[in-house]
C-alpha cells in the first residue's frame, strides 16, 4: 500500500508565501511523475504543476512565475513553493504520483493525499 500526505497548507494574506510538502510512503519499488492539484469550493479539480522524473516540469499559466515544483527523490519527497499568493489560489491543493509499488500489481498506480487547505485572505 501506498500513501501521499501533505503538509504546509494554512492562511495566508495576499502577496504572502507557503510551502506544501508531500511524502510518498510505503511499499514504493519507484516513482515517476510526482505533482500538485488543487480544487476551490464549487469548481473542478485542476492541475498546479507536475514533475516527471527527470522530464519537462509543466505548470498552469496561472501560477508560471509565482510557483514552483520541486521533488526529493532520495526522499520520496515533492515540494510546492507558492509565492505572490492571490486569493484566487484559494483551494485544497492535493498531491499526486505516479508509483509503482513492489507487490501486485507491478505498474504505475496513480496515488492521491488527502489534500491539504491553502486559504489566501486579508
Known amino acids: 500500500q501506498v500513501q501521499l500526505v501533505e503538509s504546509g497548507g494554512g492562511l495566508v494574506q495576499p502577496g504572502g508565501s507557503l510551502r506544501l510538502s508531500c511524502a510518498a510512503s510505503g511499499s514504493i519499488f519507484s516513482i515517476d511523475a510526482m505533482g500538485w492539484y488543487r480544487q476551490a469550493p464549487g469548481k473542478q479539480r485542476e492541475l498546479v504543476a507536475t514533475?516527471?522524473?527527470?522530464?519537462?516540469?509543466n505548470y498552469a499559466d496561472s501560477v508560471k512565475g509565482r510557483f514552483t515544483i520541486s521533488r526529493d527523490n532520495a526522499k520520496n519527497m515533492v515540494y510546492l513553493q507558492m509565492n505572490s499568493l492571490k486569493p484566487e489560489d484559494t483551494a485544497v491543493y492535493y498531491c499526486n504520483a505516479a508509483v509503482v509499488p513492489t507487490t501486485p500489481p507491478y505498474r504505475y498506480l496513480e496515488v492521491w493525499g488527502q489534500g491539504t487547505l491553502v486559504t489566501v485572505s486579508s
Open positions: 514533475m516527471p522524473n527527470g522530464g519537462r516540469i
